[in-house]
């Protein structure tokens, strides 16, 4: 498998401002990470794919201005919520490709609150 | 597109066995997976079906018939801790492993 981590685990932000969330695999090396946003009681929604060294793929109906990646090194990639609203409050979590075909592995998750 | 579905939620008594079914529709069919997902935490992969045929592991088992678009899992000796939503997963080629999931099946394990 791989081992995924995500910080913070919580926040609570005002609208307007920004949040950075953190992906990071800690013991595989990453060419792809996926973003995912999950609102409560529904399933995962795929965001993006983010790709090291380049530019992140966005699923349609996601704004990619609102919704910066980096992906700057094998086991780091980042999403920044810009100008967060209300309607952004969600549960945001990563995946790494692993070791075995396909196979996702999920970071634990960052629950994001906008006031 | 794709489509997946599962049924919402489902109730079972603890020590018994339950199935969980997953139909899907999709075109470039490249593997099916099953996840766990406890409330408020990420999804644990438990599965992955690739061939028809069942795949056991455990307490677990995952049934995949390609040319029926369906798939199951199946949770035997059912414990307390299994309550939790189940996930459903499909991978095409040509998606760059990507994955599509189904709405989930909320299991509530009674005693």
């Known amino acids: 498998g791989a081992v995924v981590s995500q910080h913070p685990s919580r926040v609570i932000c005002k609208s307007g401002t920004s949040v950075k969330i953190e992906c990071r695999s800690l013991?595989?090396?990453?060419?792809?990470m996926f973003w995912y946003r999950q609102f409560p009681k529904q399933s995962l929604m795929l965001m993006a794919t983010?790709?090291?060294?380049?530019?992140?793929?966005?699923e349609q109906g996601v704004e990619k201005d609102k919704f910066l990646i980096n992906h700057a090194s094998l086991t780091l990639s980042t999403l920044t919520v810009t100008s967060a609203h209300p309607e952004d409050s969600s549960f945001y979590i990563c995946?790494?490709?692993?070791?075995?075909?396909?196979?996702?592995?999920f970071g634990p998750g960052t629950r994001l609150t906008v006031l | 597109g794709q489509n997946i579905d599962q049924p919402t939620e489902m109730t079972a008594t603890e020590g018994a066995i339950v199935q969980i079914n997953c139909t899907y529709q999709t075109s470039g069919f490249n593997g099916l997976f099953w996840y766990q997902q406890h409330a408020g935490e990420a999804p644990t992969f438990l599965s992955y079906?690739?061939?028809?045929g069942l795949e056991e592991k455990g307490r677990f088992s995952s049934f995949l018939s390609r040319s029926k678009g369906y798939s199951y899992l199946l949770l035997k000796e059912l414990q307390m801790k299994d309550s939790a939503s189940y996930l459903c997963a499909v991978s095409t080629t040509g998606g760059g492993n990507k994955l599509t999931f189904g709405t989930g099946t909320q299991l509530k394990v009674e005693l």
């Open positions: 079906n690739v061939l028809d």
């Open positions: 983010s790709n090291e060294g380049s530019k992140a793929t966005y």
């Open positions: 995946s790494v490709v692993g070791r075995g075909p396909d196979t996702q592995y």
């Open positions: 013991d595989f090396q990453a060419t792809t």
